[in-house]
């Protein structure tokens, strides 16, 4: 009797053991800096297990490192949600080099603005822009967000995100019935077409002419959105065919037309030729006047390129010299903490953006909102973003 009374402690035991390590390898792909706590501990941990859980999608039998990871903050610090996204997401390398299925969702409380990030390798698969602003961003998420519901709106994002996903890489069991709900969508879609076409088009435009026209103003404006990017990307390649500088610019070409539409400008040849000679300008004269301020590792203090870029966006047609371009940096805040480049948060004994904010009592940390670990590093895999994604705001 004893002795099987020891086997079932000694088994009861092992299972503990065992439970506890799990957990805390499980990995926290959730950061929350913000003044309030937004998610609370049990929030955060139920979707950390679904984000451990899509880590470990497949792709022909081969783990694609699908990270997907969430930043919660107050204020994106007077940088566009896409900027801001974009750096985080190259600066935590989130997914691996050789998939680059990386995710990164981005939400600012104050500035009530989010944004999709998406790596590389999710380039012409069915996760793009269209299909998340339809579907992940869809049905009642402003209005979750507008009532402060943040856990029911990152809760959607998140799983619609994995739902579009799960069509192009294997995800795990538990979350195949995500996937399964989108599909269901996408086959009434056709349906839905399908019957439009057999019913006739003259019942169609008396019952359902105001839904058409709507359609109709969205897809023209979607389809005039990605012809005036194409025309600007196709202006920039004609601009550098022939420019022997071109490699000395850390910039891709898709990176400088999200940029020129930014500022608002019309996509004609003299305003893209303007823009781009004003931020080889921007970007050489950061360089040359930040020579004697690298770190240790030969790294400029600043992150010259996003400077070059903003600074651009901002007076797209303004041209500067060395004496004059810190006073737009200065008046336009492109030289603060949140431009620092990574070597000069280390040469100053801080490990990164982060770090400096909650030692320096810019954000508060809320590492001790959650149950999970602090967040994850993502392994400095390689993954990249040069652009893909999509933003939202409520």
Same mark, same amino acid.
């Given at each position: 009797m004893k002795r099987k009374l020891m086997t079932l402690i000694s088994l009861f035991l092992f299972t503990l053991i065992i439970g506890t390590l799990t957990t805390k390898a499980q990995e926290n792909y959730i950061e929350q800096n913000t003044k309030a706590t937004i998610l609370t501990k049990e929030q955060m941990n139920t979707l950390n297990q679904t984000l451990n859980d899509f880590a470990t999608s497949t792709q022909n039998g081969q783990k694609v490192n699908?990270?997907?990871?969430?930043?919660?903050?107050?204020?994106?610090?007077?940088q566009s949600i896409e900027s801001f996204a974009l750096?985080?997401?190259?600066? !935590?390398?989130?997914? &691996? !080099?050789?998939?680059? !299925?990386?995710?990164?969702?981005?939400?600012?409380?104050? @500035?009530?603005?989010?944004?999709?990030?998406?790596? @590389?390798?999710?380039?012409? *698969?069915?996760?793009?822009? +269209? *299909?998340?602003? @339809?579907?992940v961003f869809g049905d009642s998420l402003t209005d979750m967000l507008r009532d402060e519901n943040y856990n029911g709106a990152i809760t959607q994002i998140v799983n619609r995100t994995i739902a579009i996903a799960g069509t192009q890489i294997q995800v795990p069991a538990s979350l195949q019935s995500h996937v399964e709900a989108y599909q269901v969508i996408l086959t009434r879609q056709k349906e839905a077409r399908a019957n439009w076409i057999r019913i006739g088009f003259g019942a169609l435009i008396v019952t359902f002419l105001g839904m058409i026209t709507g359609i109709v103003v969205y897809l023209k404006r979607k389809q005039k959105q990605k012809i005036l990017k194409q025309t600007i990307l196709d202006y920039i390649k004609m601009e550098f065919a022939f420019d022997l500088e071109r490699e000395k610019l850390p910039a891709s070409d898709l990176t400088l037309a999200n940029a020129f539409m930014e500022t608002k400008l019309e996509a004609n040849e003299d305003n893209i030729r303007t823009f781009l000679h004003n931020y080889k300008n921007n970007y050489q004269i950061l360089q040359d006047v930040q020579e004697s301020e690298r770190t240790k590792n030969g790294e400029f203090r600043y992150k010259v390129n996003q400077q070059a870029i903003d600074l651009t966006v901002a007076t797209p047609d303004r041209m500067y010299a060395n004496d004059t371009i810190f006073d737009a940096i200065y008046f336009y805040d492109l030289h603060s903490h949140l431009y620092w480049s990574t070597m000069y948060f280390n040469d100053q004994g801080y490990s990164d953006l982060h770090d400096y904010e909650v030692q320096n009592n810019l954000v508060t940390d809320t590492n001790s909102n +959650? &149950?999970?670990?602090?967040?994850? &590093?993502f392994g400095g895999g390689g993954g990249f973003s040069s652009g893909g994604g999509a933003s939202g705001g409520w």
């Open positions: 699908s990270q997907f990871a969430i930043y919660i903050t107050d204020s994106l610090g007077g750096n985080l997401f190259n600066t !935590k390398q989130i997914g &691996d !080099k050789t998939h680059n !299925k990386g995710i990164l969702f981005v939400i600012a409380i104050n @500035d009530h603005e989010y944004r999709i990030q998406l790596g @590389d390798g999710w380039n012409d *698969t069915g996760l793009n822009e +269209s *299909t998340i602003e @339809d579907y +959650s &149950d999970s670990s602090s967040w994850s &590093d």
